[in-house]
């Protein structure tokens, strides 16, 4: 059965600083997604960034960066210049691709990283 | 999140009643998951649907039910409601094809209180 790890409960940062999440995975799974979310009191669940499993390229968007190891199942998130709106619970998510491309198999998510961001 | 729309929104059910939570896609997807979120905690899976006329179980089944009534629409039922179920229920799908892995969308959640 797959699992996916955060082992840190909370996280705090000054603003403009960096910080790094950390989440690792068991599978396997060759062909799956990794993904993390943002969810603010609102409960909302907002997209941050996502990797495919087959690309070594770690993916980027903007301030957020992943260091996805796949030989070690690891997928950390780097948050750059944090801002007070980072402040938010984080969940790192894995989804596995059936064949066919079209379907998927468990979505399973962390337990979740209290980051908060002081000024 | 337009495409995923749960209802209700908020329900208080006594402790032995039934309920069901709704769930529907307008966006063609396959796959269909139902979750519950207690508070400070993360996401768990109850069930899940691959594909229309499949139906899966997660890490925390019991006491719910599903019915995969169509491509569009995945029902979480409550048969006999304990204080325990009282917790925010999220459903979610995910595009395939071209779309494969780009994001997962979220329905708004389903604050359910069991008193």
């Known amino acids: 059965a797959q699992t996916v790890t955060q082992s840190q409960p909370e996280m705090s940062v000054q603003e403009a600083e960096t910080v790094t999440l950390s989440c690792t995975y068991d599978t396997s799974e060759s062909n799956y997604y990794l993904f993390w979310y943002k969810q603010p009191p609102s409960r909302q669940m907002i997209l941050v960034i996502r990797q495919e499993a087959y690309k070594q390229q770690n993916a980027t968007e903007n301030r957020f960066s992943v260091n996805f190891q796949k030989a070690a199942k690891s997928f950390s998130l780097k948050i750059s210049d944090s801002q007070l709106g980072d402040t938010a619970m984080y969940f790192c998510a894995f989804m596995k691709l059936l064949a066919g491309g079209t379907s998927y198999g468990k979505l399973t998510f962390g337990q979740g990283t209290i980051l908060t961001v002081h000024p | 999140n337009a495409g995923v729309t749960q209802t209700p929104k908020f329900q208080v059910l006594k402790t032995g009643q039934s309920m069901t939570l709704q769930c529907a896609q307008d966006m063609n997807h396959n796959s269909m998951y139902w979750y519950r979120q207690d508070p400070g905690m993360g996401l768990r899976l109850i069930y899940y649907?691959?594909?229309?006329?499949?139906?899966d179980k997660g890490e925390v089944p019991n006491g719910y039910n599903v019915s995969r009534l169509n491509k569009r629409e995945f029902s979480l039922r409550l048969e006999s409601a304990a204080p325990s179920q009282t917790s925010v229920y999220f459903c979610?799908?995910?595009?395939?094809?071209?779309?494969?892995?780009?994001?997962?969308?979220f329905g708004e959640g389903s604050w359910l209180t069991v008193v």
């Open positions: 649907s691959a594909s229309e006329g499949t139906t």
């Open positions: 979610a799908s995910p595009p395939g094809g071209t779309a494969s892995g780009n994001t997962i969308y």
